[in-house]
Structure formats: structure tokens, C-alpha cells
């Protein structure tokens, strides 16, 4: 059983930045794979990012590639998401999740077993 906590969502304008950080507590946080995902209003959940449990290897979607950079610190039971040059299309719900038992490093939502309340991603153009 793992908590995850997020915090870090706003309002930001195009071409602006924010970095998402996610809290984890009540679990190895070092034994899970990470994962982003963010949904807009009306539509699916769709997959951000994904990081290792060394952090040594991320993926990302091709429409957040170049733009978003996740990282963890496993001393601190932590990850994060960086966001430059945010447009409006980025605006959604951001969320973390925590695969427990990871075969492998995944890319689809069910996957995951815990996941954080969810930040608000706003940008205005």
C-alpha cells in the first residue's frame, strides 16, 4: 500500500513552465515504477511519462517529448515532472501512479496500482 500525494498545479501562460512533484509514503518507493498520465475534460486518460525505479530511463509520450522531463529522488520518495514551453493543449488533470510489481515499464494506466489525487494544469494562451 502506497499514498501518493501531488502538489505543484497552477495557472501558467504558453511557453511558461511548472514542475509537478509527487509525494510517496507506506511503501519501498524505490521498488515501483512511476508513471504521469493527464485527462482533459470529456476525454480519455492519456499516458505522460514513465520512469524506472533508478530513475535512469524514461519514456514519454511523442506529444510532451523534448518539452517534459520526469526524474525521482528515491531518498527522498519523490518524483516530479518539469514542464517547459506548456500550451494550451497541455491543459488537464495531472496525475502520478505507481506500478508495484513491474514486469515491465508501462505505458497504459492499468497498469498502475496507486495513484495521486490529481493537479490542475492550466495554460492560457
Known amino acids: 500500500q502506497v499514498q501518493l500525494v501531488e502538489s505543484g498545479g497552477g495557472l501558467v501562460q504558453a511557453g511558461g513552465s511548472l514542475r509537478l512533484s509527487c509525494a510517496a509514503s507506506?511503501?519501498?518507493?524505490?521498488?515501483?515504477?512511476m508513471g504521469w498520465f493527464r485527462q482533459a475534460p470529456g476525454k480519455e486518460r492519456e499516458f505522460v511519462a514513465t520512469?524506472?525505479?533508478?530513475?535512469?530511463?524514461?519514456y514519454y509520450a511523442d506529444s510532451v517529448k523534448g518539452r517534459f522531463t520526469a526524474s525521482r529522488d528515491n531518498a527522498k520518495n519523490t518524483v516530479s515532472l518539469e514542464m517547459n514551453s506548456l500550451k494550451p493543449e497541455d491543459t488537464a488533470v495531472y496525475y502520478c501512479?505507481?506500478?508495484?510489481?513491474?514486469?515491465?515499464?508501462?505505458?497504459?494506466?492499468?497498469?498502475?496500482?496507486?495513484w495521486g489525487q490529481g493537479t490542475q494544469v492550466t495554460v492560457s494562451s
Open positions: 501512479a505507481a506500478d508495484s510489481v513491474p514486469a515491465t515499464i508501462g505505458k497504459t494506466s492499468t497498469e498502475y496500482d496507486y
Open positions: 507506506g511503501g519501498t518507493f524505490s521498488h515501483y515504477v
Open positions: 520512469i524506472n525505479r533508478s530513475g535512469g530511463y524514461t
